[in-house]
């Protein structure tokens, strides 16, 4: 453990000069009943394991290394509710592109984060425009790792959209198809069908899979399928999903109302259902939960 002020790197960090990074997202809930829990915290190790495999900077740790520390550090913080930060990152050594004999360092933080579009947003649902800026090309940048260079897409297209003035950017793939948002999965629905982008140029999220999941045992007809940003104006709801986001609902797309401008009854009835399993309401998923 290090103290706040302490946690540094020197500035001639590999992954500070070239994004040679990649990091997780995971959340720690308070129970209904008093206790804390992780939620699908082995799904998010996974992922961390499998970002490192496809940049070529594996963990040099092992699983339950990095899970017992991921415990500890809520434990040991203090933290009911948090989100947790593993990051990996190329460290100091040589400089230059390939500096393969430099450390992989890996850390982990946790803070208390709220809702990650607003209090108003997650409830009523936030305004969206398409980003002037595409996707990643699935063979310009590895999208199913978390990679921090990957984020600068995001933060283009994030700060693009916020400065004039909506509240998170919808990114198009290389084909022009709809990807995700810049840090949330995407998902449309229309005569209750629900549907979601595939596993092509987009992060496999975690949120989005429980999703899936979640509708799919509630008997609504789910599809992973490609869809243009025309189906985005025809839809009769339109939710994000994230680690950060949890559900939110979109109410406006590129200055057109969704539906009746509110959040529709599968998104609610979804969200609803995704906030009782994080309380541990809900027995059906309690395999989903760590509990510290
Ligand atoms: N797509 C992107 C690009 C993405 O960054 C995230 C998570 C998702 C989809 C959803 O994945 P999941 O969290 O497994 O459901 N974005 C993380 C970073 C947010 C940030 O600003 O930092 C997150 O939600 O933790």
Same mark, same amino acid.
């Given at each position: 453990?290090?103290?706040?002020?302490?946690?540094?790197?020197?500035?001639?960090?590999?992954?500070?000069?070239? $994004?040679?990074?990649?990091?997780?997202?995971?959340?720690?809930?308070?129970?209904?009943?008093?206790?804390?829990?992780?939620?699908?915290?082995?799904?998010?190790?996974?992922?961390?394991?499998?970002?490192?495999?496809?940049?070529?900077?594996?963990?040099?740790?092992?699983?339950?290394?990095?899970?017992?520390?991921?415990?500890?550090?809520?434990?040991?913080?203090?933290?009911?509710?948090?989100?947790?930060?593993?990051?990996?990152?190329? $460290?100091?050594?040589?400089?230059?592109?390939?500096?393969?004999?430099?450390?992989?360092?890996?850390?982990?933080?946790?803070?208390?984060?709220?809702?990650?579009?607003?209090?108003?947003?997650?409830?009523?649902?936030?305004?969206?425009?398409?980003?002037?800026?595409?996707?990643?090309?699935?063979?310009?940048?590895?999208?199913?790792?978390?990679?921090?260079?990957?984020?600068?897409?995001?933060?283009?297209?994030?700060?693009?959209?916020?400065?004039?003035?909506?509240?998170?950017?919808?990114?198009?793939?290389?084909?022009?198809?709809?990807?995700?948002?810049?840090?949330?999965?995407?998902?449309?629905?229309?005569?209750?069908?629900?549907?979601?982008?595939?596993?092509?140029?987009?992060?496999?999220?975690?949120?989005?899979?429980?999703?899936?999941?979640?509708?799919?045992?509630?008997?609504?007809?789910?599809?992973?399928?490609?869809?243009?940003?025309?189906?985005?104006?025809?839809?009769?709801?339109?939710?994000?999903?994230?680690?950060?986001?949890?559900?939110?609902?979109?109410?406006?797309?590129?200055?057109?109302?969704?539906?009746?401008?509110?959040?529709?009854?599968?998104?609610?009835?979804?969200?609803?259902?995704?906030?009782?399993?994080?309380?541990?309401?809900?027995?059906?998923?309690?395999?989903?939960?760590?509990?510290?």
């Amino acid at each position: 453990m290090v103290p706040w002020e302490d946690a540094k790197v020197h500035v001639l960090t590999h992954a500070l000069h070239y $994004g040679t990074g990649y990091f997780e997202g995971i959340r720690c809930y308070a129970l209904a009943d008093g206790r804390s829990a992780v939620f699908r915290l082995d799904e998010h190790l996974r992922r961390f394991f499998d970002s490192g495999k496809i940049i070529g900077f594996p963990l040099p740790y092992s699983f339950e290394e990095v899970k017992q520390a991921t415990l500890d550090v809520i434990r040991i913080n203090r933290l009911k509710a948090c989100y947790i930060r593993p990051l990996a990152f190329v $460290g100091l050594g040589e400089m230059g592109l390939y500096a393969p004999d430099n450390p992989i360092n890996v850390l982990i933080a946790a803070w208390s984060w709220g809702a990650y579009l607003g209090d108003d947003g997650i409830k009523n649902g936030i305004r969206a425009k398409i980003s002037s800026y595409t996707r990643h090309h699935v063979n310009v940048m590895m999208t199913k790792s978390k990679v921090s260079g990957n984020y600068v897409n995001s933060v283009l297209a994030k700060s693009e959209v916020k400065k004039a003035g909506y509240d998170e950017a919808i990114m198009l793939d290389a084909e022009g198809y709809v990807a995700e948002a810049s840090g949330e999965n995407i998902f449309v629905v229309r005569d209750r069908i629900v549907k979601t982008t595939p596993f092509t140029s987009i992060l496999p999220g975690i949120t989005r899979d429980s999703i899936l999941t979640i509708a799919r045992n509630k008997g609504y007809v789910v599809e992973e399928e490609r869809f243009t940003r025309d189906e985005l104006y025809m839809a009769d709801e339109i939710f994000f999903t994230g680690t950060a986001a949890e559900v939110t609902p979109v109410r406006e797309v590129d200055n057109r109302q969704v539906g009746r401008g509110c959040p529709g009854a599968v998104t609610l009835d979804l969200q609803q259902t995704f906030f009782d399993i994080i309380k541990g309401k809900d027995e059906k998923y309690s395999t989903w939960l760590t509990y510290l």
